[in-house]
């Protein structure tokens, strides 16, 4: 995405609001919560582990948002988006 999709669509903002700078500060910031939280992502791309990455075209996966638990300071709940491929 960030070396393929941002140098061509960047500029674009019909695409990337936020520009090639602020999507890619935003893909980066986002993968490194995803693994601070335990995201395992070759097992995702390699569709070995809990969570797979979705095959087929993207208007035929389904997206759930899945409850987790309860943030510590908050106790509102914990979520995070699961996909599957319908």
């Known amino acids: ?3 393929n999709l941002v140098p061509s669509f960047g500029d674009d903002r ?3 609001p936020l520009g090639p700078e602020g999507t ?3 893909l980066l910031n ?3 919560l ?3 939280k335990g995201m395992d992502w ?3 791309y390699s569709r070995t582990g809990s969570v797979k990455f979705p095959l087929g075209p993207v208007a035929g996966w389904n997206t759930n948002v899945c409850h987790t638990g309860l943030e510590p300071r908050t106790s509102r709940p914990q979520t995070h988006v699961c996909y599957s491929h319908l």
């Open 1 to 3: 995405m960030i070396d």
């Open 14 to 16: 019909a695409v990337m």
């Open 24 to 26: 890619t500060a935003l």
């Open 30 to 32: 986002a993968s490194r």
């Open 34 to 36: 995803f693994e601070r």
């Open 42 to 44: 070759q097992a995702y």
